[in-house]
């Protein structure tokens, strides 16, 4: 798709069609691929040739460019915008390998007509992020951070923009999770809005300068992306991401595709490249909603991957296919790593690597180990392991840190833990040397965490917040990330030990043929 810069705003022309008092649009969206660049399996991790062969697998960026081509051409290419909604970044060999490069590749060659920030867009500093920008033709849109003092990123996202469909303009706007300062790794120079705040002075100069049908592409959660359709006058459409929420009418207990809430749609397209939104939507000649309707597209086997871009991303898999394949461990059963499990409960992954940290450091007398659910990114099958799918589950290259802080420290950072769980953030704390037992009826910060048994010699005995005790946890949590800032200042800090899919991989065949479990080191009251 050819673009044209039209003004100071950022006008990008897609289409002649004339326009008429009625004004319909189809929204095709992805959100959270988290660098699914080839396919995945039913746990979202990457699936294997023989998946592949038995038709088992999903998603991947070739049946993306397949199905996008096949509804534009479906739709005559006529009031057609594509969207994506942030985290093209991290969580498989090949951002840790190419580290955006990828994404840019084929998300350029999709024909994206813009992308909101997300949060791990910031992973590798801004400087990553800024990397992407220049491949891209396609603009990065997200109003409510100032990147101005980053030399790296100053002008290069825009805080909204205007898009010409079918003779219409249609303007986007964009908020990012403000929690991205404890998710990732912005730095210092890049400052954040608070997300209604911002979005509301954009939705103003888009309307001053005449803009009527205005689209929220956001990265900041369902829940967010709820309250902001509520309280934003002048935003028509949400297309979200972050929370990797399924919406559909045809899964009994999921939210609906979209969510009205009032005249404004709201939708979002699970993650990890396993669905396309399409969401057609009819305004009247004031830009106001009338008819919304739609349903999430499954990329399952029937969708046959574009050929051209399936060859290309074996050439570029080629120098990690060996590691990727080597078999390290096996596994009994299913190891569960699901974000809406172990962002909010004890989990079998989540005991399977904090088990693997503190085991590999038991002998420098450390005996606790706090792991960020957040940090667990798949589950894994039954049977044999790869490295592959140990990476899947551990993408971030994240290193064992040890150091050691109070009792009263370690409760803090338990507080810290599970004071989002109502949004299913990544800071629950999956644990090992220690349990612990909760209420959630209580207040985020006030006091949730009810009890702490820490291990003692072969029985666990309550916590000593006076006491001095020593933790391994990976080197985001602790420096601040996820809001464990109670350990930046942690006494005897070590960073740098070893990479924890490698811990996680050793330990797993070190025990055999593993078996997940999970024992109640987590309760709630």
């Known amino acids: 798709m050819k673009y044209k810069l039209l003004g100071a705003l950022g006008v990008f022309a897609l289409g002649t069609t ?14 959270d691929i988290h660098s ?12 294997n040739a023989e998946g592949e062969a038995e ?35 991290q969580g498989s060999l090949f951002y840790t390998t190419y580290k955006g490069e ?17 949060n791990h867009e910031f992973d590798d500093g801004p400087e990553g992020l800024a990397k992407f920008i220049d491949a891209v033709s396609f603009p990065v849109v997200s109003g409510n951070i100032d990147v101005s003092g980053e030399d790296s990123l100053a002008g290069k996202v825009s805080d909204h923009l205007i898009l010409e469909v079918g003779g219409e303009k249609v303007g986007i706007v964009s908020a990012l999770a403000t929690d991205t300062v404890d998710t990732s790794s912005p730095g210092d120079n890049i400052t954040f809005e608070d997300e209604i705040a911002a979005l ?48 559909s009418n045809e899964k009994e207990g999921a939210p609906a595709y979209p969510t009205m809430v009032g005249n404004t749609a709201v939708a979002q397209a699970y993650a ?49 296919e060996e590691m990727k394949k080597r078999v390290v461990a096996s596994a009994s059963d299913v190891i569960d790593g699901d974000r809406a499990v172990c962002r909010v409960t004890e989990c079998p992954m989540g005991n399977l690597v904090a088990d693997a940290m503190l085991d590999r450091v038991k002998d420098q007398g450390v005996t606790i180990a706090i792991q960020n659910g957040g940090g667990l990114r798949a589950s894994i099958d039954s049977g044999e392991v790869t490295m592959g799918e140990v990476l899947s589950v551990l993408p971030f290259q994240n290193t064992l840190a040890t150091f050691q ?67 391994v946890s990976n080197n985001y ?34 025990q055999g043929d593993y078996a997940p479990y999970v024992d109640g080191r987590i309760a709630q009251k």
């Open 272 to 320: 990890y490249s396993k669905y396309i939104g399409q969401l057609a939507v009819t305004f009247d000649d004031e830009g106001v909603v009338t008819a919304a309707e739609g349903e999430p597209v499954l990329l399952d086997a029937s969708v046959t991957p574009d050929a051209d871009m399936a060859a290309e991303i074996a050439e570029m898999g080629a120098p990690i």
């Open 405 to 471: 802080v109070t009792g009263q420290t370690i409760i803090d950072a338990l507080e810290n833990g599970v004071s989002q769980v109502e949004e299913v953030k990544g800071r629950f704390p999956q644990v090992a040397g220690l349990k612990f037992t909760w209420d959630p009826s209580v207040a985020p910060m006030e006091g949730r965490i009810q009890e702490v048994m820490v291990m003692d010699g072969d029985s666990f005995t309550a916590i000593d917040p006076a006491a001095t005790y020593s933790v």
């Open 55 to 89: 038709g088992e697998c999903f998603g991947g960026v070739a049946r993306i460019k397949t199905k996008m081509d096949e509804l534009r051409n479906q739709l005559g290419n006529q009031n057609v915008l594509v969207l994506d909604a942030g985290d093209p970044f």
């Open 18 to 31: 004339t326009a008429s008092a009625d004004f319909s649009l189809t929204i095709l969206h992805t959100n």
């Open 477 to 510: 949590v602790r420096n601040g990330g996820d809001g464990y800032k109670m350990f930046r200042d942690a006494m005897n800090a070590y960073d740098y030990g070893p990479d924890l899919a490698d811990v996680t991989a050793e330990f797993m065949a070190a």
């Open 200 to 247: 509301k002075a954009d939705v103003a100069e888009l309307e001053a300068a005449g803009v009527k049908m205005i689209i929220a592409l956001n990265h900041v959660g369902l829940p967010k992306d709820l309250e902001i359709a509520e309280a934003v006058p002048g935003i028509d459409v949400v297309i979200g991401g972050h929370s990797h929420s399924f919406m």
């Open 102 to 118: 990828a994404e840019a590749k084929f998300m350029e060659v999709i024909g994206y007509d813009a992308m909101a920030v997300g």
């Open 36 to 47: 699914r660049i080839e396919s995945i399996n039913k746990y979202d991790s990457t699936c």
